[in-house]
């Protein structure tokens, strides 16, 4: 599967954006979906990730509360709605499928920029 994400964008710090994350191919609802962000000088960390139903969500303690993520199977699209961002969101953030677990996702999307100005 080919995974292209956007969305990204420069916002005030307590603004909101949203993300998308179009996949190719027809497996796209056999695949966990998520979302990882890598900060300048910092490794890439994982962000939320969804299951193949979009029934349940997982989310790093630094965004759990602000971001949501969803799919949407019919369309082959995943989504995370960023609100209340803060200086410290500001990395390039990576769609991210997986079969297994998320310690080393099958495909990775380009990445889109996000970036906060306090």
């Known amino acids: 599967v080919q995974l292209q994400a956007s969305g990204g964008g420069l916002v005030q710090a307590g603004g909101s954006l949203r993300l998308s994350c179009v996949a190719s191919?027809?497996?796209?609802?056999?695949?966990?979906m998520g979302w990882f962000r890598q900060a300048p000088g910092k490794e890439r960390e994982f962000v939320a990730s969804?299951?193949?139903?979009?029934?349940?969500?997982y989310y790093a303690d630094s965004v759990k509360g602000r971001f949501t993520i969803s799919r949407d199977n019919a369309k082959k699209m995943l989504y995370l709605q960023m609100n209340s961002l803060k200086p410290e969101d500001t990395a390039v953030y990576y769609c991210?499928?997986?079969?297994?677990?998320?310690?080393?996702?099958?495909?990775w999307g380009q990445g889109t920029q996000v970036t906060v100005s306090s």
């Open positions: 969804i299951n193949l139903s979009g029934s349940s969500t």
């Open positions: 991210a499928a997986t079969v297994g677990g998320w310690a080393s996702p099958d495909y």
């Open positions: 191919g027809r497996t796209f609802s056999t695949y966990f």
